[in-house]
């Protein structure tokens, strides 16, 4: 694999269930990043997180949970979601090596959500 | 609240045009400027990085910067009708605890051969 990898690249689920988002980056990067896609709307950032830790939470509900385990994966734990949580959920990682060239991003493929 | 604002578009151009996407930013002491090309259904892809005033040509793509003016911009020559896609234009924001990139709408464009 290369890249970032992003499982599953669809899901469906109900309002009562609870689902996991998975994301590996396999390019050596120190950050990684959340971001959801809605139609008409601009890529909103949900979460940041920096060798591990958590850096940022962009005022995200606790409906959604991250967990980043190591520097190469990240986790979006997803529970009693409503329908309008429908859209696409976008991994990103940045190489956070020095000089400006570090703050490139780079997108897995997504996973596209769908709430009943 | 920092923006990054974008003409949504559709911009439409005829196959061998020359295509120019604009984008201005609010935040004065942003370094790095992005465009990402995102297909329908895809996820956006890194198509240019510019960090400096003026021009930096890449094939077919030209972006333009003027941080005075805070205004980015992408030119792409011989436009084909691969490249009808959303361009994302892109813009870093320093964090206390790190950098964010905010991004703009997109604009779409259409490429007709």
């Known amino acids: 694999e290369t890249g970032v990898t992003q499982t599953p690249r669809h899901l469906v689920m109900g309002m009562t269930n609870k689902k996991s988002l998975k994301c590996e980056q396999h390019?050596?990067?120190?950050?990684m990043y959340w971001y959801k896609q809605s139609a008409k709307k601009p890529l909103e950032l949900m979460f940041v997180y920096n060798f591990k830790e958590q850096t940022e939470n962009n005022s995200v509900p606790s409906r959604f949970s991250p967990e980043c385990p190591n520097s190469s994966h990240l986790f979006l734990h997803l529970h009693t979601l409503q329908p309008e949580d429908s859209a696409l959920y976008l991994c990103?990682?940045?190489?956070?090596?020095?000089?400006?060239?570090?703050?490139?991003?780079?997108f897995g493929p997504g996973t596209r959500l769908t709430v009943l | 609240q920092k923006e990054v604002e974008q003409n949504s578009g559709p911009l439409s151009v005829p196959e061998g045009a020359i295509a120019s996407l604009n984008c201005t930013y609010s935040d004065r002491v942003s370094q790095s400027f992005f465009w990402y090309r995102q297909y329908s259904g895809k996820s956006p892809e890194l198509i240019m990085s510019i960090y400096s005033n003026g021009d930096k040509e890449d094939g077919r793509f030209t972006a333009q910067l003027n941080k005075a003016s805070q205004y980015v911009s992408l030119l792409i020559r011989d436009s084909q009708p691969s490249d009808s896609a959303t361009y994302l234009c892109a813009v870093n924001s320093e964090r206390q605890a790190g950098t964010a990139l905010i991004f703009g709408k997109g604009t779409t464009l259409s490429v007709s051969s």
């Open positions: 390019l050596g990067h120190n950050a």
């Open positions: 990103a990682s940045r190489s956070g090596a020095g000089g400006l060239s570090g703050n490139e991003q780079f």
